[in-house]
């Protein structure tokens, strides 16, 4: 078994708040990340899958297509977005770090994992240098 992982980057906007609370309740428990005007992060996106390695190619998965299975089913829809209003798998939903974790995830697993004996373990997601969130599936 071996794991292989890729980085993307995207560059997205969003706000934590709950409507139905008041500016200053959503201000209290979620600081400056409840600021109406939306702050923005530079994400740095880790996606590793598994599997065997073929002996006939010599790898796990192509990283060009793996490249392009990223990048048409997570960064097209979050880069340069607002991640609350413009992107249909995060609606209804606090948009963290985790969170979007967990549904980039979802986002990704079919489409990798109609690839032959290739799975996905892992999707790790850098919202900042210091803070990140990764999710195994479950």
Known sequence: MI???R???FNAAHRMYREEWSAEKNEEIFGKCANPNW???NYNLFVTVKGEVSYTNGYLIDLKQLKAIIQE???EKLDHKNLNLD???MQGKMVTTELLCMEIFNQLKTPIEINKGVFLHSVRLHETENNSAEYFGG
């Open 3 to 5: 794991h292989i992982t």
């Open 7 to 9: 980085r993307e980057t």
């Open 39 to 41: 702050h923005g992060h």
């Open 73 to 75: 089913n997570a960064i």
């Open 87 to 89: 992107v249909d798998f």
